[in-house]
Each structure stands twice: as structure tokens, then as C-alpha cells.
């Protein structure tokens, strides 16, 4: 039997990777902290909420609903690394635009 994901504990995870804290999420869904605290401890989630939760947060439902904790933390340092190395390129060209247009 597949064991089923403890959502409030993947959603914590995320959160907590995503450096956000429970007030930050509590706020952007219009709730308050103590609530998100609970929610965080339950293991099911309703859709629509997981949804809102999901988008917040800048991730796929799925990953959410992933049970594997290695799955999550993988997905998020990876993507977190991927912006990273994006936001570095664009740094380094506009450097290289400056000392072009700098230079003339």
C-alpha cells in the first residue's frame, strides 16, 4: 500500500525552504498565523486551499502532494539554484553592456 503524503508537513517543508514564515503565508492567504500553524500539522489539505497554498509558494501542486521529502527539498534547492544561475547571467551582461558602453 502506498503511503499517502502528509500535506500540512509538505507544505512546512516548502515553506520553510522557501525562507517564508508562517505569518508571510498566513497573510497572502487571508488567515492568521495560529491557522496556518494548524493547517500545517493536518495531513489532508482541501484542493482549493492546496491550490492557493501552491501558488504562493511558486510551486507545482504536485509537489506538494509529493510524500517524498527528498522529492521536495531536490525540486526546491534545484529550481532556487536554476534562478540563481539565471538572475547571474543577466548580472553579468548587463556588467558587460556597461563596460562596453563605458569604454566608448
Not at 36 to 55: F, G, N, T, W, Y
Request: include cysteine; aromatic fraction near 4%; glycine fraction near 2%.
Amino acid at each position: 500500500m502506498t503511503e499517502r503524503p502528509h500535506l500540512g508537513r509538505n507544505v512546512s517543508r516548502i515553506r520553510t525552504a522557501r525562507e517564508m514564515k508562517q505569518e508571510t503565508l498566513a497573510k497572502a492567504l487571508g488567515i492568521s498565523q495560529q491557522a496556518v500553524s494548524r493547517m500545517e500539522q493536518r495531513a489532508v489539505i482541501k484542493e482549493d486551499s492546496l491550490a492557493k497554498i501552491a501558488e504562493i509558494l511558486d510551486v507545482p501542486l504536485a509537489t506538494i502532494k509529493a510524500c517524498n521529502q527528498k522529492f521536495i527539498i531536490s525540486n526546491i534547492i534545484t529550481d532556487q539554484k536554476n534562478q540563481y544561475t539565471f538572475l547571474a547571467m543577466i548580472i553579468r551582461s548587463i556588467k558587460r553592456l556597461f563596460w562596453l558602453h563605458h569604454d566608448k
